[in-house]
């Protein structure tokens, strides 16, 4: 089955700095690889996804994410981050031939001041 | 915008009980899934539905867990007897579509067993 690693569990970056969290995954396969975040008390909303052709893929809120096949990684990238990107980002990996999708254990960003 | 709506945001049951979760997908969707987040752990799935049959669970959806699509709208989750470990936050989500296609989580119902 496919899995996900986030080497990251806390990251700290001050408002205005760059932002990228490191997603790897396992499957044999091409994957379908989605980015998504959960702010304190809400659900889960989908930032970007990749599923073929350009490895660079551009999402809301400004994120981007670039899926590297030699590296088996897809992660995540902000210019410049905002006080309201704090949250808990996690990343997914999904199969074609099966219906669930496998979560990271999460990021979680905190942004200072 | 369309959402998936679940009801309730929190619920309270001691162990042993049994509890229906509740999820309203998104109107158009063909595809619905629950999943679990204990706390300060990922997200895991547990099952997903399509044409009123299972299509996928996970080794955690065991003989205690069933879902059903009573009707046009609700999508539900039933514990039947409800454990501590049991107690996390439970999302449902809908797609209109299989993987390919975004899946619209809920804001998620707390499930705590005392």
């Known amino acids: 089955a496919q899995s996900v690693t986030q080497p990251d569990i806390h990251i700290t970056v001050s408002e205005g700095a760059s932002l990228e969290l490191r997603c790897n995954y396992s499957?044999?396969?091409?994957?379908?690889l989605f980015w998504y975040v959960q702010s304190p008390g809400q659900g889960l909303q989908l930032l970007l996804k990749y599923f073929s052709g350009d490895t660079l893929v551009q999402g809301i809120k400004g994120f981007e994410a670039e899926f590297k096949r030699s590296q088996s990684s897809f992660n995540l990238r902000k210019p410049s981050v905002h006080w309201s990107d704090a949250a808990e980002y996690f990343c997914?990996?999904?199969?074609?031939?099966?219906?669930?999708?496998?979560f990271g254990a999460g990021t979680r960003l905190t942004v200072k001041p | 915008e369309p959402e998936v709506t679940q009801t309730p945001s929190h619920q309270v049951t001691q162990m042993g009980q049994e509890v229906i979760l509740r999820c309203v997908p998104i109107?158009?969707?063909?595809?619905f899934y629950w999943y679990r987040q204990i706390l300060g752990q990922k997200v895991e799935f547990l099952v997903s539905?399509?044409?009123?049959?299972?299509?996928?669970k996970s080794e955690i959806f065991d003989d205690q867990f069933s879902v059903e699509r009573p009707d046009g709208s609700n999508f539900t989750l039933k514990i039947r007897s409800t454990k501590l470990e049991d107690s996390a936050m439970y999302f449902c989500?809908?797609?209109?579509?299989?993987?390919?296609?975004?899946?619209?989580f809920g804001p998620g119902t707390r499930l705590t067993v005392t």
């Open positions: 109107s158009n969707h063909l595809y």
């Open positions: 499957y044999g396969a091409t994957p379908y």
């Open positions: 989500a809908s797609s209109y579509r299989d993987i390919g296609y975004e899946q619209y």
């Open positions: 539905f399509y044409n009123n049959e299972i299509s996928e």
């Open positions: 997914a990996v999904g199969t074609y031939n099966n219906n669930d999708m496998r």
